[in-house]
């Protein structure tokens, strides 16, 4: 028996050895026999009446076989993008359009698709797309959120009365109200989440593929959640049955939440491909990806906190305008408001919390989930007002927050906005952090930075974090359309190597090496021998996907579940063999044993022995050795920490340096250390480039996107980023059956308030107490000057 | 055109159109998957293969550019089934990849690194990956990797 790889260990990743040779398959690298191209015309306005489509000259061009558009869609009964999560606010649901594959009578953001083109190749694809003619009725767009909401705005939708999709409130208004009757002190700030691009290096890209004897469709798709795909255009899209459609997401070069919805080019060219007989290939590029992946973030938030004259939190109060786009997308209303409002009390005892939150149609493109979602909004707000807190009642920036931190024996802690604790050690995470930073270190750095003619700044930030999405009882009552358990099949094959089917999708977060240490825990095996299998409908048993840290949270839970099932499956085949009752079987390390014998059997010889049922009780026992579980997780987990940024800001260049960066970040239990590393690094560097780099940007006027490319939309670089420091620090889920609580996220919650706190800090003394993101050169130039930006005003 | 190049240290001779990308002809036309395109300016560096000893960013090149050059992709590290090149062994060792997207860059870009810099520090090898972009790894792994694949190929030399 070879050493059990399991819980805690680090082995380096099964995945590595297709991508490090060039051998992955991603959707991109698919060919198919007879395979066509599908090149989408987009709208290059913001706002605008398609008067008419002309193809004509288009469809006469060589090699194209096909053009469609909105009408032909609408004609042949294809339907609109299902949203999966509806929201219920102060007056009731929300006002729900639809979302047309392509587009019917307006386009509603610049990268709208109007028609597709399906040519020989990608090259007359293109060629054609160009002379499309449509024929558009310029409109004036709304682009800005503040002018979303004044009086005579533009309509996006003619049938919904101003901008609002929907206006939702949580928390205690009245309670609130009289905590902000007579505070010592009120802390207040206006600010913006800037709008961000998720941008997974690879590009979404889609195959479709139809067989006209079976009547079966295939979709290859780059795709955080192949099943939901399925459900989502079979049922309400393509009228497809489910059986005679099968979805596949293969390797998928990273997703962040950009591939996790249902997109009109996966319908389209599945549509497309039974149409014109052939398979139907779509490679998004770039700049095609900047204007139709949902982006993410995009808030106006005014907000205050009442203190007490100790810098105790009485209340607080959270007024935020948030931007769906043109049309809903997928979760893109649930962002806001379920994953915003109750991740407002933080790690504090904050008795009285009232948020709204408007949640507006823009001539934008659709908003949706990105990394954190909605989470990493309302740390920035929470974290940002504690620090103006702290600076006016001049408190250090840790000790308020200290005085306000839920302690561990609080836990369970019940918040006033909907979600109960179940665990956590804010106040550890905090004085670990502390420590590793070298928090009390700071004056003689910055003094150091200052004989260099630097200004140096330290900011620090807590968070938690709802994930392991989620609980499909709360999860239904906020409005979710689905249940979001998920399911694993744990197969033994005769020899005893292992095959899971997992309904999660691994894009980059290391599944098939940390779920083969939980089989590798539970079941004894050799590493080596347990493959984990994902991302086929046809292979897989219904599944959610992977989005909202939920991967090894819910999935994980399952997969230990359904191995569960195997050992108590296997105690009885082995009571059969070793003539004993199954009450007498103990199962450890891979060896099944009459305990006080040394009769036993090992994994592999009850694994050939379910499927060489020669002498087998078969009327009370059936062969085979597989087992399937669902886990539907009873609450959210709650990750948390605290994270600290130090920044060096050269006044000549305006340039901010970000110099240290620690982390201590509570995950509950760690199946492998490495790859938890790996993905705090990635979520924290992607809340630095939030803080510091990227941004995007529309023209208010037109409507253009003016950062719709790499060139200029700032991803950060390896050049940008110091080495960082990160621990755990661990107080297992009380309700996860393996006290996990999921990573995948939490660094890109903590990260952003921490660098901007560091960033005012470092200008602290020229009476700045605010900077929007990102933190540029620009930006910090006008606050130096100014003490501190119109805030909320660009 | 008529071009002729060494790829992956075999002679290939074929037709192109003289608007074909270096990427595209691997891709599309030679099947080499392993070179990625993440963008359309240049900037990400999934495509990089060496020209020579050179890394380049093939989504930038005219494949009839490469007419006479010996080209080397990811694919041509290492034989199926064989050890691997000490770069992809750093990475692997390091955790320096997590979805794979930009890896084949990577480490092609990391290769090309550890020839020029015999001594490098942290910061040469941060500098190096500036036309790399990872969105995965936070690139604390990556530099990990590159400093690690960069040591094993030296002490390959110098063992030699």
């Given at each position: 028996?070879?050493?059990?790889?399991?819980?805690?260990?680090?082995?380096r990743?099964?995945?590595?050895?297709?991508?490090?040779?060039?051998?992955?398959?991603?959707?991109?690298?698919?060919?198919?026999?007879?395979?066509?191209?599908?090149?989408f015309?987009?709208s290059?306005?913001?706002h605008?009446?398609?008067?008419?489509?002309?193809?004509?000259?288009?469809?006469?061009?060589?090699?194209?076989?096909?053009?469609?558009?909105?009408?032909?869609?609408?004609?042949?009964?294809?339907?609109?993008l299902?949203?999966?999560?509806?929201?219920?606010?102060?007056?009731?649901?929300?006002?729900?359009?639809?979302?047309?594959?392509?587009?019917?009578?307006?386009?509603?953001?610049?990268?709208?698709?109007?028609?597709?083109?399906?040519?020989?190749?990608?090259?007359?694809?293109?060629?054609?797309?160009?002379?499309?003619?449509?024929?558009?009725?310029?409109?004036?767009?709304?682009?800005?959120?503040a002018?979303?909401?004044?009086?005579?705005?533009?309509?996006?939708?003619?049938?919904?009365?101003?901008?609002?999709?929907?206006?939702?409130?949580l928390g205690?208004?009245?309670?609130?109200?009289?905590?902000?009757?007579?505070?010592?002190?009120?802390?207040?700030i206006?600010?913006?989440?800037?709008?961000?691009?998720?941008?997974?290096?690879?590009?979404?890209a889609?195959?479709?593929e139809?067989?006209p004897?079976?009547g079966?469709?295939?979709?290859?798709?780059?795709?955080?959640?192949?099943?939901?795909?399925?459900?989502?255009m079979?049922?309400?899209?393509?009228?497809?049955?489910?059986?005679?459609l099968?979805?596949?997401?293969?390797?998928?070069?990273?997703?962040?939440?950009?591939?996790?919805f249902h997109?009109?080019?996966e319908?389209?060219?599945?549509w497309?491909?039974?149409?014109?007989g052939?398979?139907?290939?779509?490679?998004?590029?770039r700049?095609?990806?900047?204007?139709?992946?949902?982006?993410g973030?995009?808030?106006?938030?005014?907000?205050a906190?009442?203190?007490?004259e100790?810098?105790k939190?009485?209340?607080?109060?959270v007024?935020?305008?948030?931007?769906?786009?043109?049309?809903?997308?997928?979760?893109?209303?649930?962002?806001?408001?379920n994953l915003?409002?109750?991740l407002?009390?933080?790690?504090y005892?904050t008795?009285?919390?009232?948020?709204?939150?408007?949640?507006?149609?823009?001539?934008?493109?659709?908003?949706?989930?990105?990394?954190g979602?909605?989470?990493?909004?309302?740390?920035?707000?929470l974290?940002?007002?504690?620090?103006?807190a702290?600076?006016q009642?001049g408190?250090?920036?840790?000790?308020?927050?200290?005085?306000?931190?839920?302690?561990?024996?609080?836990y369970?802690?019940?918040?006033?906005?909907?979600v109960?604790?179940?665990?956590?050690?804010?106040?550890?995470c905090?004085?670990?952090?502390l420590?590793?930073?070298?928090?009390?270190?700071?004056?003689a750095?910055k003094?150091?930075?200052?004989?260099s003619?630097?200004?140096r700044?330290?900011?620090?930030s807590?968070?938690v974090?709802?994930?392991?999405?989620?609980?499909?009882?709360?999860?239904?009552?906020?409005?979710?359309?689905?249940?979001?358990y998920?399911?694993?099949?744990v197969?033994?094959?005769?020899?005893?190597?292992?095959?899971?089917?997992?309904?999660?999708?691994?894009?980059?977060?290391?599944?098939?090496?940390t779920?083969?240490?939980?089989?590798?825990e539970?079941?004894?095996?050799?590493?080596?021998?347990?493959?984990?299998?994902?991302?086929?409908?046809d292979?897989?048993?219904?599944g959610?996907?992977?989005?909202?840290?939920?991967?090894?949270?819910?999935?994980?839970a399952?997969?230990?579940?359904?191995?569960?099932k195997?050992?108590a499956?296997g105690?009885k085949?082995?009571a059969?063999?070793?003539?004993a009752s199954?009450?007498?079987?103990?199962?450890e390390?891979?060896?099944?044993?009459?305990?006080?014998?040394?009769r036993s059997k090992?994994?592999?010889?009850?694994?050939?022995?379910a499927?060489?049922?020669?002498?087998y009780?078969?009327?009370?026992?059936?062969?085979?050795?597989?087992?399937?579980a669902?886990?539907?997780?009873?609450n959210?987990?709650?990750?948390?920490?605290?994270?600290?940024?130090?920044?060096?800001?050269?006044?000549?260049?305006?340039?901010?340096?970000?110099?240290?960066?620690?982390?201590?970040?509570?995950?509950?239990?760690?199946?492998?250390?490495?790859?938890?590393?790996?993905?705090?690094?990635?979520?924290?560097v992607?809340?630095?480039?939030?803080?510091?780099?990227?941004?995007?940007?529309y023209?208010?006027?037109?409507?253009?996107?003016?950062?719709?490319?790499?060139m200029?939309?700032?991803?950060p670089?390896?050049?940008?980023?110091?080495?960082?420091?990160?621990?755990?620090?661990?107080?297992?889920?009380?309700?996860?059956?393996?006290?996990?609580?999921?990573?995948?996220?939490?660094?890109t919650?903590?990260?952003?308030?921490?660098?901007m706190?560091?960033?005012?800090d470092?200008?602290?003394?020229?009476?700045?107490?605010?900077?929007?993101?990102?933190?540029?050169?620009?930006?910090?130039?006008?606050?130096?000057?100014?003490?501190?930006?119109?805030?909320?005003?660009e | 055109?008529?071009?002729s190049?060494?790829?992956?240290?075999?002679?290939?001779a074929?037709?192109?159109?003289?608007f074909?990308?270096?990427?595209?002809?691997?891709?599309?036309?030679l099947?080499?998957?392993?070179?990625?395109?993440?963008c359309?300016?240049s900037?990400?560096?999934?495509?990089?293969?060496?020209?020579?000893?050179?890394?380049?960013?093939?989504c930038t090149l005219?494949?009839?550019?490469?007419?006479?050059?010996?080209?080397t992709?990811?694919e041509g590290?290492?034989?199926?089934?064989?050890?691997?090149?000490?770069?992809?062994?750093?990475?692997?060792?390091?955790?320096?990849l997590?979805?794979?997207?930009?890896t084949?860059?990577?480490?092609?870009?990391?290769i090309?690194?550890?020839?020029?810099h015999?001594?490098?520090?942290e910061?040469?090898?941060?500098?190096?990956?500036?036309?790399?972009i990872?969105?995965?790894?936070?690139?604390?792994?990556?530099v990990?990797?590159?400093?690690a694949?960069?040591?094993?190929?030296h002490a390959?030399?110098?063992?030699r």
């Amino acid at each position: 028996m070879s050493e059990v790889i399991g819980i805690g260990a680090a082995p380096r990743r099964k995945e590595d050895l297709r991508f490090l040779t060039g051998r992955g398959n991603y959707v991109a690298d698919i060919k198919r026999p007879g395979m066509v191209a599908a090149v989408f015309v987009r709208s290059p306005h913001a706002h605008a009446r398609i008067k008419s489509v002309d193809a004509g000259a288009a469809l006469a061009m060589p090699g194209v076989m096909a053009i469609f558009n909105g009408e032909d869609l609408k004609a042949a009964g294809v339907g609109g993008l299902p949203c999966g999560w509806g929201i219920t606010g102060k007056d009731g649901a929300m006002k729900e359009q639809p979302h047309p594959a392509l587009a019917q009578g307006k386009v509603r953001y610049v990268g709208d698709a109007v028609a597709v083109v399906i040519a020989e190749t990608v090259e007359q694809a293109r060629d054609a797309a160009d002379a499309v003619a449509v024929d558009y009725e310029v409109l004036t767009p709304i682009i800005n959120l503040a002018d979303a909401i004044k009086p005579g705005a533009p309509l996006v939708f003619d049938d919904v009365p101003g901008y609002l999709c929907c206006d939702w409130e949580l928390g205690d208004k009245a309670a609130t109200e009289a905590a902000f009757a007579e505070p010592a002190h009120i802390a207040r700030i206006n600010l913006v989440n800037n709008r961000l691009v998720g941008n997974p290096m690879e590009p979404r890209a889609a195959i479709a593929e139809y067989n006209p004897a079976t009547g079966h469709y295939t979709l290859w798709s780059t795709s955080q959640f192949p099943h939901v795909v399925r459900l989502l255009m079979g049922i309400f899209v393509l009228g497809i049955p489910q059986q005679k459609l099968r979805v596949v997401a293969p390797d998928v070069g990273g997703g962040f939440g950009v591939k996790q919805f249902h997109y009109a080019e996966e319908a389209v060219v599945t549509w497309a491909a039974a149409k014109v007989g052939r398979p139907v290939k779509w490679v998004c590029d770039r700049a095609e990806g900047f204007v139709s992946d949902a982006h993410g973030r995009d808030h106006v938030t005014e907000a205050a906190l009442a203190l007490d004259e100790h810098g105790k939190f009485l209340g607080l109060r959270v007024e935020t305008i948030a931007n769906l786009g043109g049309y809903i997308s997928t979760f893109g209303p649930n962002i806001p408001t379920n994953l915003y409002g109750p991740l407002l009390a933080g790690v504090y005892t904050t008795p009285a919390i009232y948020c709204e939150v408007k949640v507006v149609f823009t001539n934008t493109v659709p908003v949706d989930a990105y990394r954190g979602a909605g989470r990493p909004e309302a740390t920035f707000v929470l974290e940002r007002l504690v620090d103006i807190a702290a600076t006016q009642i001049g408190l250090d920036k840790a000790e308020i927050r200290r005085r306000n931190m839920i302690a561990k024996e609080a836990y369970p802690y019940q918040t006033p906005v909907m979600v109960q604790y179940d665990s956590g050690d804010p106040k550890g995470c905090l004085e670990r952090s502390l420590e590793i930073a070298d928090w009390a270190g700071f004056p003689a750095r910055k003094a150091a930075s200052a004989k260099s003619g630097k200004l140096r700044g330290i900011g620090l930030s807590t968070y938690v974090e709802a994930c392991g999405l989620a609980p499909s009882r709360i999860a239904g009552r906020l409005g979710a359309r689905g249940g979001l358990y998920e399911s694993a099949t744990v197969r033994v094959h005769p020899t005893g190597q292992i095959t899971v089917l997992i309904g999660t999708h691994n894009h980059g977060q290391g599944h098939e090496t940390t779920f083969a240490q939980i089989v590798c825990e539970k079941l004894g095996v050799p590493f080596e021998n347990i493959d984990i299998v994902y991302g086929d409908t046809d292979k897989v048993q219904f599944g959610m996907g992977t989005y909202g840290s939920r991967s090894l949270v819910v999935g994980g839970a399952a997969l230990a579940k359904a191995s569960d099932k195997v050992v108590a499956k296997g105690k009885k085949i082995a009571a059969h063999l070793l003539e004993a009752s199954d009450q007498d079987i103990t199962f450890e390390t891979g060896v099944f044993s009459v305990a006080g014998t040394d009769r036993s059997k090992t994994f592999a010889e009850i694994a050939l022995a379910a499927y060489v049922p020669h002498d087998y009780p078969l009327e009370v026992l059936e062969p085979g050795l597989e087992e399937q579980a669902y886990y539907d997780p009873v609450n959210f987990t709650f990750p948390g920490g605290a994270h600290i940024a130090e920044v060096e800001i050269d006044p000549e260049t305006c340039i901010v340096k970000l110099v240290n960066y620690t982390a201590v970040d509570d995950v509950g239990t760690v199946i492998n250390p490495m790859i938890v590393e790996g993905q705090l690094h990635g979520g924290i560097v992607q809340g630095i480039g939030q803080a510091l780099f990227e941004n995007c940007v529309y023209d208010s006027g037109s409507g253009q996107l003016l950062s719709g490319s790499f060139m200029d939309y700032c991803m950060p670089r390896a050049d940008n980023l110091p080495k960082m420091t990160i621990e755990t620090h661990s107080t297992p889920c009380a309700h996860t059956p393996m006290g996990v609580k999921g990573c995948g996220e939490v660094g890109t919650i903590g990260s952003p308030a921490a660098v901007m706190n560091a960033v005012v800090d470092a200008l602290a003394h020229l009476g700045v107490s605010h900077v929007d993101m990102p933190a540029t050169a620009n930006r910090i130039w006008r606050a130096m000057q100014s003490g501190s930006l119109p805030q909320a005003a660009e | 055109m008529n071009i002729s190049f060494t790829l992956n240290g075999k002679a290939v001779a074929l037709d192109v159109e003289p608007f074909l990308l270096l990427s595209d002809l691997l891709r599309e036309r030679l099947g080499l998957t392993g070179t990625h395109v993440g963008c359309d300016t240049s900037q990400c560096g999934a495509c990089v293969v060496h020209v020579g000893d050179e890394s380049v960013k093939s989504c930038t090149l005219l494949a009839v550019a490469v007419d006479g050059a010996s080209v080397t992709t990811i694919e041509g590290l290492s034989e199926p089934g064989g050890a691997l090149h000490p770069m992809q062994q750093a990475f692997h060792q390091n955790h320096g990849l997590q979805c794979g997207f930009c890896t084949p860059g990577m480490v092609m870009s990391a290769i090309d690194f550890a020839r020029r810099h015999p001594a490098p520090t942290e910061a040469d090898a941060r500098h190096w990956l500036e036309g790399n972009i990872c969105r995965c790894t936070g690139y604390q792994n990556i530099v990990a990797s590159v400093l690690a694949g960069t040591a094993a190929i030296h002490a390959a030399e110098q063992g030699r």
